[in-house]
Structures are given as C-alpha cells and as structure tokens.
C-alpha cells in the first residue's frame, strides 16, 4: 500500500482519509515518531500511545475551530505531525527549533500551552464559558492522562465543570501509568472498571429497561428510582464522573479507529459535559517501551534496535547521589520518610520505595497535597525528605510558607532539576526556585558545589530541626574534593573561601561553583588569580565572610543559575549596599524573561553563564 504520510501536510488531509487509510497511516506516524524521537530524545511511550486517539480527534473535530487542548501536553507528537509540523519534527526539543510541547507561537492548533501537569480541563472549562458568554458555536475537547488525572487541580475543575453543566469533552487516556505507574484510589477505580468492559453494554441496557418502565404510580416509579440509584452503583462504570455531572462514555479502546470515532461523533452530540474514557497502551508498537512503559517515557537518543541509550557512560546523576545517601540515613534513623509526587526514579527515590515501602509516600501529580502530607508528618516527629523537581515546587508555594514554614516545621526540599534541564525549556527550567523560597521565612536554602557536598548537605539536613531546602541541578554529578578535599564541612550559614587571589572575586552557588572553578583554574594558568567562593547557603547568608571578601577586592561577580531577579546574588547586592561597598558588583544569571529549551551547554553559552564567557567579562573588566 501506498505510503500516506508523505502526503499529510495539514488536519484536512487526515480528515480525507478513511478508517482503514487512518489506520495504516497510525502504523506510519509510529514509525517516524520512533525514528525521530531515536535521534532527538523527547517524550516516546505516550506518544506512541496516542496515535490513533489523536487521529480520530482531528477526523471528528474541526481543529482549531474546535479547540482541543493537551494535558501535560508531552504527548502532542503526533498533533504536531498532523497540523503542520511533519517537516519540522526532526528539529523536535533542539534549541530554535519546535518544542515538545505545545506552543501558541508555532501552531494556531496549539490554543494553550503546557508542560506542568493537571491544567487541562480547568483551562477547557474557561474556553467552554467563553464561548457561551460570546454565544460561539464550537467544541471543547480536553485530553488528560489518567497520571494528570491524580492531580488536584484535575479535581478542582471536575467538580466546577460538572455542576456549571457547560458543553465539554474531556478524554480520558488511561493507560494505566502515570511516568512509573499510576497511584490511589481514581486509578484503581479505572482499573476496575477497564477489567470489566461488559459493564458499558450492561450500562445501556440498564438504563433502556429502567426507562422503559411505565410510571404506574408514585410508588413503583420511586422504587424504580431507588433501585436504579443503587444498582448503578454496582454496575455502572465511571459512577463517579455521573455523580459529578458528567455523561461517562467507556471505557473506549483507544487503538479502534472505528470505536473512537464513533464514540467521538457520540459526544459531539451529547448536551452538557462528556467524559469518554479512552483505554491505551503506553509505547505501542515498540516492544522496548511496551515492557518499560516508565523507561520510555522520557528518553535521551537511542539505539532503535537494541532500545540502548546512544551515550551509555557509567557516571552518576545528582538524583541518584540524592537517592542512595537519603537510603543510606534511614537505615540507622527511623523517622526519616520519603516523599515524592509522581516522580519515584526521576528524583532516585526508587531504591528507598524499594527498601523502606511503609516510609515512602508518592501522592500522584500533587505537589500542593505532598508538601502538606510532609507537614503534618513532620508534626508528629517525622523526619520527611520531599523530593521534587523545582520547577513543579512553584506549584507548592502556599504550602510551603503557610503549611511549614510559618509552624517551623523540620521538613527538608530535595529540589532536584534546579537551574536550566535543557529540551524541556520554559515550563521546566527551575530557575525560580531561589527566589520563590528565599523570602519565606524560617527556610534556610543551600546548594551543593557537587555530588559529595550534596551528600554532607543531607546528613546535616537529618539533624536539623527546621524547614530546609537543599537544591541541585539535573544530570551527572562532579566531584571537587581532589582539589578541595577539606571543604566539606557544614555549618549553618557558613561559605567557604576555595582560592584566595585580589582584585576580583567571584561568589558563585551550587553548579555555578564548578564554572567558577574551571574559570579560576584557566586564568590562573594565565597568571591571573582571582578569588572563588562557594556560598552554600543562599540563605542565611554567610554574612561576615562576603563583607571581609568586599573589603580586599574591587569587583565583585555573583554566578547563579536562577534568574537574577530575587536571586543569590541580588541578596548580596542587598548586604553590600548596606554596608557601603564601593567597589564594583556584577550578577550573572538568568533575565528576567522565559528561557527557550535547548542543549544545557549551548543555553549557558547564550546566557552567557558558561566559562568562556565568564573569562572574557574578567579580562574586559580586567582591561578596564
Ligand atoms: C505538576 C507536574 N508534576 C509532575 C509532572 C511530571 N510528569 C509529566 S508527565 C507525568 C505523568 C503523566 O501521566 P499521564 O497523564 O497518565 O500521561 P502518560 O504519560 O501516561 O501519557 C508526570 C508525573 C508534571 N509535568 N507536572
Ligand atoms: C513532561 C514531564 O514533566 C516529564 O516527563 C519531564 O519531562 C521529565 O523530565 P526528566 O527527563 O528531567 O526527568
Ligand atoms: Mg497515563
């Protein structure tokens, strides 16, 4: 048969296609989805997933007239290739070139954007109410995971969605994972429901014969009634989407073309707010993903034959540095429990789920509900470790300062994925974090210089009784102590001076530390040296040394990897005007603006973060 896909250049031509031409062209797009994805990395299993449910989508509906809007949206891939973007797909997460994820800038079929999880329906419910205030006659389609679907805002929207009563579709795409797999009672709600499939006919026939028994009298019909009431409860699927005010269709098999569509043109119909549950499978079609759903989630480029990552190195990733040390503590302390939302291997929790099942908790995709879960453990003389990504922190923010912070309670942050993560670009970047927490207080902040300090940082956070917030970038961890073998003590608000030279000193926190250091080395290499600091704590901040540093040098230079604005080097910009400093200071970090994705390296560079740039502005103020 006659390839399809080279033919598929925008929705009109997906709508043209029969079910059977649909299908062989769902084989394709896998096909160029897994061969792109092998070279680029991105989001694999659930785009591999979504195939044919997106296909129907853009069958049934008039896309962007109808506006169909992605959870999470890591799996829009294949909406991508079907609105315009095929021939752009092979630049997919590189930098300049299309997100993986969907962006207003590159499509008018992308009508919201996302990236943090549980947004969809509250977002879909917002058109839907927009368009009935503007009297507009179009579809609202909202496609949430049922991993999303663990989210409190998810909650939240259902039960404002179900009782405005408004026109929405909302699907459902279950594929019985979340990134690992899925948690609490909604997923094994699901779950019951999907092992029995009989019960959607048993649903319909249900309803025609009660409906089409005749009122003879009050009491027959409220028997009847009463008798319908509670033997739904037993029977029928998605009670608790009825009960909410929604029509439950499903579960649907999300690989039918025909059963989709059909399902679809069902809801288009209906008045008033839809679910239709789909059923699919994570990383259909290629076996490697089929088995390790969670492996494949999120992939750097591989080997498409032997499912291998492309680079294989034997280095170890600061979250795994994270997990094992945090196992390693709660051996000898009882009290220490671990907590994650969603995220049990991308935080390096595994092996403490793995070894202490009863003092792990992972809550779903709810950051708001883990970091008051940790509250209230740590009120009852619990020692929790929250392990969370920065960027999905902000999410907790309230909680933060209003659940722990303000009762002073020993909960410490693991904040992974601080700084720039590179391809996932705007919506994950945590380059926030030093500023959302800092002014909160009670929170003492630190950052580690590398792997081993991380470790130390732990240890001290087990016996510290209050709030604390440890963050550390994403990807492989480095180790300083050959040059610095006695710098790893910590002490409460305490930096440390790692190279004593004059004129310029550079203050540097966390990763930035290790660019300060290659900057130190290079040009003193050249003759010149120059002062590095490792400032550790972010808050307190180690007060005395940075005066005693502002008194022997003439520049200043503050490195972070958050954005300038409230950042680390703008609380030493704080300390220096008070106590007169007369010399100059500059900050390096990120503008206050939305960083792009792209390769970590390459956005430093641009950013002018990375060491070569640090050395050019030294020799030019040097120069000066
Ligand atoms: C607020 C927030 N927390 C965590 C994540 C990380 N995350 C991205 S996708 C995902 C799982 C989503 O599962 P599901 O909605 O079922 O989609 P699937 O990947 O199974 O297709 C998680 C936890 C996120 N994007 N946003
Ligand atoms: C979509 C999402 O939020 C996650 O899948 C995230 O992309 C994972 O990031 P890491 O690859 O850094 O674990
Ligand atoms: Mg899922």
């Known amino acids: 048969m006659e390839k399809l896909l080279p033919s598929i250049k925008n929705v009109k031509d997906i709508k043209k296609l029969n079910i059977r031409q649909l299908k062989s062209?769902?084989?394709?797009?896998?096909?160029?989805?897994?061969?792109?994805?092998s070279k680029t990395g991105g989001h694999l299993a659930s785009n591999l997933g979504i195939v044919e449910l997106t296909l129907a989508l853009h069958k049934v509906f008039n896309s962007p007239k109808d506006k169909i809007i992605w959870d999470v949206g890591h799996q829009a891939y294949v909406h991508k290739i079907a609105t315009g973007r095929k021939d752009e797909f092979h630049t997919l997460r590189q930098f300049k070139g299309i997100s993986g994820f969907p962006k207003r800038n590159e499509s008018e079929h992308d009508i919201f954007e996302t990236g943090h999880s549980s947004t969809s329906i509250s977002a879909g419910l917002g058109y839907a109410l927009a368009r009935d205030l503007e009297g507009e006659d179009y579809k609202v389609i909202c496609v949430i995971g049922d991993g999303a679907m663990t989210g409190g805002m998810a909650f939240e929207a259902l039960n404002h969605a179900g009782d405005v009563g408004s026109d929405l579709i909302i699907i459902l795409n279950?594929?019985?994972?979340?990134?690992?797999?899925?948690?609490?009672?909604?997923?094994?709600?699901?779950?019951?429901?999907?092992?029995?499939?009989?019960?959607?006919?048993?649903k319909e026939d249900f309803e025609s014969i009660i409906s089409s028994i005749p009122a003879i009298g009050k009491r027959v019909y409220k028997t009847a009634e009463r008798a319908k009431d509670s033997l739904k409860y037993f029977l029928v699927p998605g009670i608790i989407f009825e009960e909410l005010g929604f029509k439950y269709l499903g579960p649907v098999n999300g690989h039918n073309l025909y059963e989709l569509v059909d399902v679809l043109n069902r809801a288009k119909k209906i008045k008033g707010p839809v679910l239709i549950h789909t059923v699919t499978k994570k990383g259909k079609g290629y076996k490697p993903a089929e088995e390790n759903p969670d492996k494949y989630h999120s992939v750097s480029p591989f080997n498409i034959k032997t499912g291998k990552p492309n680079k294989n190195d034997k280095k170890i990733k600061f979250s795994q540095i994270f997990g094992n040390a945090l196992n390693e503590l709660a051996k000898n302390n009882e009290k220490i429990v671990a907590i994650t939302a969603a995220m049990?291997?991308?935080?390096?929790?595994?092996?403490?789920?793995?070894?202490?099942?009863?003092?792990?908790?992972?809550?779903?995709?709810?950051?708001?509900?883990?970091?008051?879960?940790?509250?209230?453990?740590?009120?009852?003389?619990?020692k929790p470790f929250f392990a969370v990504y920065s960027t999905f922190l902000q999410r907790g923010y309230d909680q933060v300062l209003h659940d722990v912070c303000l009762q002073n309670l020993p909960v410490v942050f693991s904040i992974d994925r601080a700084g720039l993560v590179g391809k996932d670009g705007e919506t994950h970047h945590g380059v926030f974090d030093f500023s959302y927490l800092s002014h909160i207080p009670n929170l003492t902040i630190m950052a580690p210089k590398d792997g081993k300090e991380l470790v130390e940082m732990l240890k001290f956070a087990v016996d510290f009784d209050k709030p604390l917030a440890i963050r550390y970038p994403r990807g492989y961890a480095w180790d300083l102590s050959k040059d610095y073998p006695d710098s790893?003590?910590?002490?409460?608000?305490?930096?440390?001076?790692?190279?004593?030279?004059?004129?310029?000193?550079?203050?540097?926190?966390?990763?930035?530390?290790?660019?300060?250091?290659?900057?130190?080395?290079?040009?003193?290499?050249?003759?010149?040296?120059?002062?590095?600091?490792?400032?550790?704590?972010?808050?307190?901040?180690?007060?005395?040394?940075?005066?005693?540093?502002?008194?022997?040098?003439?520049?200043?230079?503050?490195?972070?990897?958050?954005?300038?604005?409230?950042?680390?080097?703008?609380?030493?910009?704080?300390?220096?005007?008070?106590?007169?400093?007369?010399?100059?200071?500059?900050?390096l970090g990120l503008p206050d603006r939305f960083i792009e994705h792209g390769n970590v390296d390459e956005l430093y560079k641009l950013y002018e973060l990375d060491v070569d740039s640090i050395i050019t502005l030294i020799k030019n103020k040097m120069k000066g």
Not at 27 to 37: A, C, P, S
Not at 363 to 373: D, F, M, N
Request: proline share 2%.
């Open 174 to 202: 279950d594929n019985e994972m979340s990134i690992s797999e899925n948690v609490g009672g909604l997923s094994k709600h699901l779950n019951r429901i999907r092992t029995a499939p009989t019960y959607s006919r048993m």
């Open 344 to 382: 049990p291997s991308g935080t390096g929790l595994d092996i403490f789920k793995e070894n202490y099942p009863k003092r792990f908790f992972d809550v779903g995709i709810a950051e708001q509900h883990g970091v008051t879960l940790a509250a209230g453990l740590a009120s009852n003389g619990y």
């Open 488 to 587: 790893y003590n910590i002490e409460l608000g305490k930096g440390e001076i790692l190279e004593k030279g004059k004129d310029i000193a550079i203050i540097a926190i966390g990763k930035m530390v290790k660019n300060g250091y290659e900057v130190v080395k290079k040009l003193k290499n050249e003759g010149i040296n120059i002062t590095l600091v490792n400032g550790k704590f972010v808050k307190p901040l180690d007060e005395n040394m940075i005066i005693e540093i502002s008194n022997h040098h003439k520049t200043i230079i503050t490195i972070e990897d958050n954005v300038k604005v409230g950042g680390f080097g703008s609380k030493i910009n704080d300390l220096l005007i008070k106590n007169n400093y007369k010399g100059e200071v500059v900050n």
């Open 25 to 37: 062209l769902s084989n394709e797009i896998r096909d160029f989805i897994l061969e792109t994805v």
